[in-house]
C-alpha cells in the first residue's frame, strides 16, 4: 500500500510540474510585454514589431524596430525579467 501511494504521488507531481512551468512563462512573457508597452508608451520604442516565445525560461524574439539603440533596449528589457 505505502508503495502504492508513493507512486501516485509521483504521478501526480509529474503531471503537475508541466503546468507549474506553463504557468511561469506565461508570467515571464506577461511581465516582457507590459515592460516593452511601457517603453512604448514613454515614447522609447517606436515603429517596432515584435514577436514573443517563452519556453521553460528561455525567451525567442523576433521581429523588427526601427533604430540599434531600440534593439538594444529591447534585448535589455528582455534579459532583466526575473526567470529569463
Do not use: N, Y
Request: glycine share 8%.
Amino acid at each position: 500500500m505505502r508503495r502504492l501511494m508513493i507512486g501516485l504521488t509521483l504521478v501526480c507531481m509529474a503531471a503537475l510540474i508541466p503546468l507549474w512551468v506553463r504557468a511561469d512563462d506565461r508570467q515571464i512573457a506577461q511581465e516582457i510585454i507590459q515592460q516593452l508597452q511601457q517603453h512604448k508608451d514613454a515614447g522609447e520604442l517606436k515603429g517596432f514589431g515584435i514577436d514573443l516565445q517563452v519556453e521553460k525560461g528561455i525567451v525567442l524574439i523576433e521581429g523588427r524596430v526601427s533604430t540599434a539603440e531600440q534593439r538594444k533596449l529591447a534585448l535589455d528589457t528582455v534579459r532583466r525579467v526575473t526567470g529569463v
